[in-house]
């Protein structure tokens, strides 16, 4: 069994995928898995969109409305899955949207490690038209709610290799609290 810290170590882009993607059932172990993220009151202040088939089509024609293209935009057409992230902000004395928005995307990285892990290729995709309303609209999105982006999930091309990252300098990120001025 692979260890977290190996998985996370191993997980790269895929930008292009197969036609084979996992099943709804699938889907649904892993974001129950996904959804144990660490969540303040536990608000799960987050949702999940499944698009399949014509559900990308409609996308779209939603991203050519918000681009003001006339002809619907194919990007949505480049994975058989595609999982809407959205932020669905709760009231809470408690707990900031922006820390609502936090939850919602550590559960969409969660899935992303998750479906990795299980062989299927994930990128995270985004775009300005992501806060736009004909791509709201075509996702149902109520009022308290904001997409996210999409994460794309296919089958991993046997002779493509995912994206190269360059391994994180540490050091460069993790400092000490500053002493206090006298």
Same mark, same amino acid.
């Given at each position: 069994?692979?260890?977290?810290?190996? $998985?996370?170590?191993?997980?790269?882009?895929?930008? +292009?995928?197969?036609?084979?993607?996992?099943?709804?059932?699938?889907?649904? /172990? #892993? =974001?129950?898995?996904?959804?144990?993220?660490?969540?303040?009151?536990?608000?799960?202040?987050?949702? *999940?969109?499944?698009?399949?088939?014509?559900?990308?089509?409609?996308?779209?024609?939603?991203?050519? +409305?918000?681009?003001?293209? +006339?002809?619907?935009?194919?990007?949505?057409?480049?994975?058989? #899955?595609?999982?809407? =992230? =959205?932020?669905? !902000?709760?009231?809470?004395?408690?707990?900031?949207?922006?820390?609502?928005? $936090? =939850? $919602?995307?550590?559960?969409?990285?969660? *899935?992303?490690?998750?479906?990795?892990?299980?062989?299927?290729?994930? *990128?995270?995709?985004?775009?300005? !038209?992501?806060?736009? +309303?004909?791509?709201?609209?075509?996702?149902?999105?109520?009022?308290? /709610?904001?997409? *996210?982006?999409?994460? !794309?999930?296919?089958g991993k091309p046997a002779s493509a290799r995912p994206g190269h990252r360059r391994p994180v300098d540490a050091s460069a990120f993790v400092t000490r609290m500053p002493e206090g001025r006298?």
């Amino acid at each position: 069994m692979t260890s977290a810290l190996e $998985a996370v170590r191993a997980r790269r882009s895929w930008s +292009k995928v197969t036609d084979a993607a996992p099943t709804h059932d699938q889907l649904l /172990e #892993l =974001v129950a898995a996904a959804g144990r993220v660490a969540d303040h009151s536990s608000l799960a202040p987050w949702r *999940l969109i499944e698009l399949r088939g014509a559900d990308r089509e409609r996308l779209g024609a939603a991203i050519a +409305k918000a681009e003001g293209d +006339k002809h619907p935009s194919t990007k949505p057409l480049r994975a058989p #899955l595609l999982v809407a =992230v =959205v932020a669905s !902000y709760r009231k809470s004395d408690k707990v900031p949207r922006w820390e609502q928005e $936090a =939850v $919602a995307s550590g559960v969409a990285h969660m *899935l992303s490690l998750l479906l990795d892990e299980a062989g299927w290729g994930v *990128l995270w995709r985004t775009g300005h !038209y992501t806060r736009s +309303k004909p791509v709201a609209k075509a996702h149902g999105l109520k009022k308290n /709610e904001e997409l *996210l982006g999409w994460l !794309y999930v296919g089958g991993k091309p046997a002779s493509a290799r995912p994206g190269h990252r360059r391994p994180v300098d540490a050091s460069a990120f993790v400092t000490r609290m500053p002493e206090g001025r006298k």
